[in-house]
């Protein structure tokens, strides 16, 4: 969940980290966030405004597909499919990191995603392809 705030928004610092990670639905203590953040090699440069931000380091860049696997075994719950749409019910705060995810693989069935708190929706080209997908995504699950 950290990794995937820290790539879609500016986060710079532990305190601001807490308020992202308490407005997914996580709610952590800064001993902990100080611990991951240690864990995951995250480094502190600063953006174009001279602002401080965490980022990932290059070497922690994964395999798209090996990300979705992981994030979908831990926090999916449930996939479906109707019509054109998959719906992926995961949990508390999880559905962006989903998203995310989702969007990085480039798969051809999928032309995007929305994400909530704990629900993700990717839309497919037709029904087709959506039933398709659900079942390569439910397989994730397990």
Same mark, same amino acid.
């Given at each position: 969940m950290i990794a995937s705030l820290v790539s879609r928004k500016r986060v710079g610092t532990q305190f601001e980290l807490l308020a992202a990670?308490?407005?997914?639905?996580?709610?952590?203590?800064?001993?902990?966030?100080? /611990?991951? +953040?240690? =864990?995951?090699g995250l480094?502190?440069?600063?953006?174009?405004?001279?602002?401080p931000r965490y980022v990932l380091p290059e070497a922690r860049r994964t395999d798209p597909c090996d990300a979705l696997? /992981?994030? +979908?075994? =831990?926090?999916g719950r449930r996939v479906g499919a109707?019509?054109?749409i998959v719906v992926v019910h995961s949990e508390l705060g999880s559905?962006?990191?989903?998203g995310r995810a989702l969007d990085r693989?480039?798969?051809?069935?999928?032309?995007?995603?929305l994400a909530g708190d704990d629900t993700c929706?990717?839309?497919a080209r037709d029904a087709k392809d959506a039933r398709a997908l659900a079942s390569e995504l439910k397989a994730l699950l397990d």
């Open positions: 990670l308490e407005s997914a639905g996580c709610r952590v203590t800064q001993a902990t966030v100080s /611990r991951d +953040l240690r =864990e995951l480094e502190k440069t600063h953006d174009s405004l001279g602002r696997a /992981r994030v +979908l075994a =831990e926090f109707a019509q054109n559905a962006p990191a989903i693989i480039e798969h051809p069935r999928i032309v995007g995603t929706l990717v839309v």
